[in-house]
């Protein structure tokens, strides 16, 4: 199965080509919402966020996105902490949801 990149900054048109091949039956992979996802579902990568920037990443189990974006886009040096942390967990999530995919292939979207 190939696997493809879709790939742009905000406001490029990721989704709307995104949707396009949705509609044609093409599995699509939204990295940003499955980011956030196992932010919030996978337990290791809890602890490893709580490690980095503290209890308050987190409120009543759920990713505290204000406290977060506050710190890490004050300091670049956190923020490419984070995203060493949530990067690799989210490109293992893609590998395994592609793997279940039973398509020639599928499209992963990502801003980065």
Known sequence: ?????LT??????KSTVAGMFMDLGVPVY???TEARRLMNEDEALQEQIIAL???EAYREGV?????ISEKVFRD?????KLNKIVHPAVRKDFRAWA???AVPYVLQEAAI
Do not use: A, H, T
């Open 1 to 5: 199965m190939k696997r493809v990149g």
């Open 8 to 13: 742009g900054g905000i406001g490029s048109g």
């Open 30 to 32: 939204n990295s940003d």
């Open 53 to 55: 920037l503290g209890k």
């Open 63 to 67: 990713l505290n996105r204000p406290f």
């Open 76 to 80: 670049r040096m956190l923020l490419e």
């Open 99 to 101: 793997g279940r995919q």
